[in-house]
């Protein structure tokens, strides 16, 4: 009898020290994440009291021009990126970082008025094989208290048109920086290098205002600069800002 209540102690003991496993979809659902209750919301991150098991199991329950809140509970690693396509959507990092890593395509894709906001504190890291960001009449925003850090293997950054980018952090390209096309409004708050053969911002038509902090080529090209716009593109182009001197190199 001894024997069968040590075996039962045991069994007890070793599934509550295992860790939850979830399915791609899961969701888990508590009170205590908004309410002080004891029971907390499980997984990565939460939509009210409903927690999921990934960020992409939260992404994909958004509905089309319907503000949005996700909680980041934990640090959060995206391996296959993120592409949102007329949502509206913060995302609280509440202390946590977000790291996207997409070795075959684009970072983040947002397109068709989407709006992707960051809130709270913490670390927005993307690599990508191709563009970090990608936007297309939708804006993305991101506070002084969240670091964004964009690597990627093509351009840092790419906005076709109509959009807005607002961010506090470094972009780095190994082919260029920023590029952008039509009627975008683009601050970044850091520095934009290209350390391949193209400029680190690049404008190809008319009507953008970027402003960035520095914007530095970093390659052995002879034909890259910091800051190029084409003959008949006419934008705005400001480098540093009045209490920050940049660098065009």
């Known amino acids: 009898m001894k024997r069968l209540i ?10 509550s020290l295992c860790p939850y496993v979830f399915a791609e979809g899961s969701t888990i659902t508590g009170t205590g994440a908004t309410d002080g209750g004891d029971e907390p919301v499980g997984g990565v991150c939460r939509i009210g009291d409903t927690g999921y098991a990934t960020l992409n199991a939260a992404l994909a329950t958004l509905a089309d021009d319907t503000p949005t809140t996700i909680v980041l509970l934990k640090d959060v690693i995206n391996g296959s990126g993120i592409f949102l396509s007329g949502k509206k959507v913060t995302i609280d990092l509440n202390g946590n970082n977000l790291s996207v890593n997409n070795g075959v395509g684009i970072g983040i894709e947002i397109e068709d008025g989407t709006e992707l906001t960051l809130t709270g504190s913490g670390r927005l890291d993307v690599h990508a094989k191709f563009e970090c960001l990608y936007l297309k009449q939708s804006s993305f925003i991101a506070p002084e208290t969240v670091t ?10 790419a906005a076709d048109s109509f959009s807005t980018v607002d961010m506090h952090g470094d972009i780095t390209g190994a082919v260029g920086g920023l590029a952008a096309r039509y ?7 850091g520095t ?4 391949g053969e ?9 009507d953008n205002t970027v402003q960035v902090g520095s914007a ?7 034909t890259a600069v910091g800051v190029y716009v084409d ?8 480098v540093g800002s009045p209490d920050k001197r940049g660098q065009i190199i």
């Open 192 to 195: 934009v290098k290209s350390k």
């Open 183 to 189: 009627k975008n409004s683009i601050t970044v708050n």
């Open 6 to 15: 040590s075996i039962a102690l045991c069994l007890v003991l070793m599934f």
């Open 198 to 206: 193209n400029h680190a911002v690049y404008l190809f038509d008319s």
């Open 216 to 222: 530095i080529v970093d390659s052995e090209s002879r």
């Open 231 to 238: 003959e008949f593109a006419v934008s705005t182009v400001t």
């Open 148 to 157: 964004v850090s964009f690597i990627s293997d093509a351009w840092g950054l």
